[in-house]
């Protein structure tokens, strides 16, 4: 963190051509600095799960049959 801290321009820079860019903390990682683009492309959310849905193939079919498993309950130790 402490070169992470010293170099932020160079990390930022990094993170823009090369991609995301790791920081470590005592050897275990605690953030990432992504590229603005990065992040827009992570975090867009263009449609909900609504439209998502209206749009599958199976949408509005109302003769949809899901089997189920009728063998017996398996065994548990407890």
Avoid: C, Y
């Amino acid at each position: 963190m402490q070169q992470a801290k010293a170099s932020l321009s160079e990390l930022v820079k990094r993170a823009a051509s090369r991609g995301p860019q790791t920081i470590t903390l005592h050897g275990r990682a605690v953030a990432v600095v992504l590229s603005r683009e990065d992040f827009e492309r992570l975090s867009s959310n263009s449609r909900s799960l609504v439209d998502f849905m209206r749009e599958s193939p199976l949408h509005g079919l109302d003769d949809l049959e899901f089997p189920r498993d009728r063998g017996p309950a398996r065994e548990v130790a407890l």
